[in-house]
């Protein structure tokens, strides 16, 4: 899960605090009228000078929205609010009083000033607190985790009763299997496991219980498939649990023993869910799944993808409809290994391409090459028949610098499924290639692999980074020392936001 809130609560948030900082304005004008030290201050002086609290609240938020206090509902740790709040009166502070001081606005009184910035914090950290302390206890009351239940037997039964019956944060929405059971309720009947993935999206599931003895192993890889592309947990109950070590024994639900199981952990970065694997994990689970996962898709995502996709959730809920989404950049499988991930490692496009240009003549697959180009994709097979003459090259395509028509996208999707492919490698660039991709899952009966810049690295348009560059995540770098004009701002801007995200978790 992301973390953050929905963009509605965000802005309700910003709003109170806006409001909350100018009622705080109002209010030290009273306090300071009534204190019986100082000159003699008038109430319309607060009046008068309103604008300045306006302009007070309104860089109070933007440093605010900068450190990232808007991101969730829920506050860090006390003392590290209480900083941020600080850091935010410092700069606002400095700002409105340079604003007074270039204006020649001194007839503000100085102890107005220090009597606002005591009640505006005090007034933000309360409501903080109170927040997130009502958020915290309507996560608790109403943020039930939405289950479903793989089997059929006496013991899913069981289960599914103990689950309606006993308070838990589990909330039960039905089971799957090869038929209804006439002992439970028909409305809990989803459908048999064919229907798993369509389901638990239908019912916002996430979690997926598994009971071990009716179901065959291909429902069990079916649950499995389906927790990893849709990001959904998978546990098992085993037959003989109560034979299961203490130490085998992941959680306990409802009385019941679960094994936790997955085809690969993720780490979650930004919202985005990173698989944590390495190129041999990485090569052996694609050739085990092509034919299950033709249709699907991959993500290489990077830091650039990454913050893009924190920004824009639309585009974070493509990257994790992904079958994988692989760590390209090297921060991020560096943030997977500090979360106690350690054995993450960097896949990247142009290495996963690699890997395939080099086994062509043993696995024999189909390729399709969509993207970039005429003169790249000619460069390329030019390359590919000299270095790898046993490559199954089955079709390359460059699309128009344009938006396609529904003809010209169809006459497409027609011709790369008449192609036969196995794999189609496009690199159309973030984040276009990764909605390319999302728009076609289902529609090309291939593995799409979007692999960015690795058409210009294979068409030797471009040089790729020494091996000592990449190793210690610098490869941004010598790219953007290839080419300054078009990606310095990118890195400048995505690397400073992941940095600072980076420095609040």
Request: glycine share 6%; proline share 2%; charged share 20%.
């Amino acid at each position: 899960m992301r973390g953050t809130t929905d963009f509605t609560k965000k802005i309700l948030s910003i709003l109170i605090e806006f409001a909350l900082v100018l009622a705080a304005f109002f209010l030290s004008g009273l306090i300071r009228v009534n204190l019986p030290f100082g000159m003699h201050y008038d109430f319309r002086d607060t009046l008068t000078y309103s604008y300045m609290g306006i302009f007070y609240a309104v860089a109070f938020i933007f440093v605010n929205y900068l450190l990232g206090s808007y991101s969730s509902l829920r506050t860090g740790k006390i003392v590290k609010e209480f900083i941020f709040l600080l850091i935010s009166d410092i700069v606002a502070g400095i700002l409105t009083t340079s604003v007074i001081y270039l204006f020649r606005l001194e007839q503000i009184s100085r102890a107005f000033l220090a009597i606002f910035l005591f009640v505006s914090t005090t007034f933000v950290f309360a409501k903080r607190i109170l927040l997130s302390a009502l958020y915290m206890k309507y996560s608790q009351t109403k943020g039930k985790e939405y289950a479903v239940v793989v089997g059929n037997d006496s013991r899913t039964e069981a289960f599914l009763q103990f689950i309606c019956q006993e308070r838990s944060n589990l909330d039960l929405k039905g089971y799957f299997a090869q038929q209804r059971n006439a002992n439970l309720d028909a409305s809990l009947y989803l459908g048999d496991t064919t229907m798993l993935s369509e389901g638990c999206l239908a019912v916002e599931a996430k979690h997926i219980f598994v009971v071990q003895g009716e179901c065959s192993e291909e429902d069990l890889m079916r649950a499995i498939a389906c927790g990893a592309k849709h990001g959904i947990a998978v546990s098992i109950i085993p037959s003989f649990e109560r034979y299961l070590p203490k130490n085998g024994i992941v959680e306990d639900y409802c009385g019941a023993h679960t094994v936790r199981v997955h085809l690969f952990d993720t780490s979650e970065i930004m919202g985005v869910n990173v698989a944590v694997t390495n190129m041999e994990k990485t090569t052996a689970l694609i050739c085990d799944k092509i034919e299950e996962w033709r249709g699907e898709y991959i993500c290489v995502a990077n830091v650039h993808t990454t913050v893009t996709a924190y920004d824009d959730s639309t585009y974070c809920r493509i990257q994790n409809d992904a079958v994988m989404v692989l760590p390209d950049g090297g921060p991020l499988s560096a943030y997977s290994r500090e979360h106690h991930f350690e054995e993450a490692c960097r896949v990247t496009g142009p290495d996963l391409l690699k890997y395939y240009l080099e086994t062509s003549g043993v696995n024999r697959y189909r390729h399709f090459f969509y993207g970039s180009t005429q003169e790249t994709l000619d460069s390329m097979r030019e390359h590919f028949e000299k270095d790898y003459p046993d490559l199954q090259i089955c079709g390359m395509y460059s699309p128009p610098f344009r938006e396609l028509t529904e003809e010209e996208d169809q006459s497409i999707i027609q011709m790369i499924n008449d192609a036969k492919a196995d794999f189609v490698w496009v690199g159309l660039g973030a984040p276009k290639q990764e909605i390319w991709m999302n728009r076609h899952k289902g529609r090309i009966q291939a593995l799409m692999i979007g692999v960015g810049a690795a058409f210009d690295y294979e068409a030797g348009n471009i040089k790729r980074a020494p091996g000592w560059m990449q190793e210690h995540s610098l490869e941004w770098l010598y790219r953007l020392l290839q080419n300054p004009g078009r990606l310095f701002k990118r890195y400048f801007v995505t690397n400073t936001k992941y940095l600072l995200w980076k420095f609040r978790k």
